[in-house]
């Protein structure tokens, strides 16, 4: 089994990008925003026209980041997967250096990151999407099904995915994976596809699901993530 988590909406608890953009970028982002939402450009042409348009020195955007929570239950459930040596891994279609920062301030910087990278300096960001991916149905700067060979670019994983997410660059890859967990966006369109799927709000309710699944109950799958946290 593997695990593979969105970023923005999923783990961390507000949009990261959009936060960033709110803060530090011109009026601008938010008509691309709306352009994309009109199918006029794609989701990724949306992401590097807004990340140029991010202003402030570093110590700004770095003052943002630091303000970003996480998921009440993204620490234990960590320690959860690595006690039974289960990979988590993120693939997002947010930036690098954002997810990066905020992952580090939390002692997550092991955690194999996919996503879009900031490139430039302040006052003059761009935004390289090497995993963009022509035909991709979401149109995203991060095609999520070739990042993790679930279609084309690399080979087709062994391992029963788990993919956890919550919108729209989500809609693809949550066709794909063999157990999904959704919320917001994502579980309204696989309601509306009738596509299985499990609901949920906080990592802590992906844990006890996931431990169930295995066999495990909820006081055993808590005192193991306690246990593997302890002993980091």
Sequence with gaps: ????CDFDGTISRRDTTDLVL???AGPGWTELEDQWLAAKITAAECMRGQVALIGGDRAALDAVLDSVELDAGFLDFVAWCEARDLPVSIVSDG???????????HGLERLPVISNELVGEPGAWALEQPWAEAGCAAGSGVCKCAATGLRGRTPPPKATTVYVGDGRSDF???????ILFAKDKLADYASARAQ????FETFHEVTATLAAL????????????????AAR
């Design 1 to 4: 089994m593997r695990i593979i």
């Design 22 to 24: 709110e803060t530090l």
């Design 95 to 105: 930036v690098d250096y954002f997810i990066g920062r905020i992952l580090a301030r």
């Design 172 to 178: 693809c890859i949550a066709g794909r994976a063999d």
């Design 196 to 199: 299985p799927y499990h609901p």
């Design 214 to 229: 295995m066999g495990e109950t909820a006081a055993e799958a808590a005192l193991a993530a306690a246990r593997a946290a």
